[in-house]
């Protein structure tokens, strides 16, 4: 597993591009720039290699104080994320 800053301070998590492996994986959203925070957004992977776009519905998912994603058999991910000043 790999985890990687993806914003700091306040915002939502719009959309994400997942590029996966052709094993089985995860992408875990934490809701702090740190990683430390609640588990926001969990997606599980098919053991297809290939690519992926997911949108969220609505506002999409709101993150108060920053976003840290983890990535287990996952090649990569582009996070589609709207920064705000308050939520």
Same mark, same amino acid.
């Given at each position: 597993?790999? @985890?990687?800053?993806?914003?700091?301070?306040?915002?939502?998590?719009?959309?994400?591009? *997942?590029?996966?492996?052709?094993?089985?994986?995860?992408? *875990?959203?934490?809701?702090?720039?740190?990683?430390?925070?609640?588990?926001?957004?969990?997606?599980?992977?098919?053991? *297809?290699?290939?690519?992926?776009?997911? @949108?969220?519905?609505?506002?999409?998912?709101?993150?108060?104080?920053?976003?840290? *994603?983890?990535?287990?058999?996952?090649?990569?991910?582009?996070?589609?994320?709207?920064?705000?000043?308050?939520?």
């Amino acid at each position: 597993s790999t @985890g990687n800053l993806v914003a700091s301070g306040a915002g939502r998590l719009r959309g994400l591009y *997942v590029r996966t492996t052709g094993t089985e994986g995860t992408v *875990v959203f934490n809701g702090t720039a740190g990683g430390s925070g609640a588990e926001m957004f969990t997606l599980n992977t098919p053991a *297809v290699e290939g690519h992926q776009y997911i @949108g969220l519905p609505g506002d999409g998912i709101p993150f108060a104080a920053g976003m840290h *994603v983890t990535l287990s058999n996952v090649d990569g991910v582009t996070a589609f994320y709207a920064a705000e000043t308050t939520l």
